[in-house]
C-alpha cells in the first residue's frame, strides 16, 4: 500500500504516470497527497481513479 505525495497537483500527469507505474510493479496506491491544487489546470480529472487530498487551493486569475 502506497501513499503518494508531491507538492503540487496542477496537471496530474507526473502523478498518474507515477501512479501506474507503481500499479506495475504490484503496489496499490491507497491515495495522492499534494500541499498545493491549481484547480484551472485540473489536474485532479486525471486523478479521477485515485483519492485525492490538497491542503491548499491556489486559483489564478
Known amino acids: ?3 503518494m505525495v508531491d507538492d503540487l497537483l496542477a496537471t496530474g ?3 498518474k504516470a507515477a501512479c501506474e507505474m507503481i500499479e506495475n510493479a504490484g503496489g496499490k496506491v491507497v491515495e495522492c497527497a499534494f500541499i498545493v491544487e491549481l484547480p484551472d489546470l485540473k489536474g485532479k480529472e486525471k486523478l479521477k481513479n485515485y483519492k485525492v487530498f490538497t491542503l491548499v487551493e491556489f486559483e489564478g486569475e
Open 13 to 15: 500527469g507526473t502523478m
Open 1 to 3: 500500500h502506497v501513499l
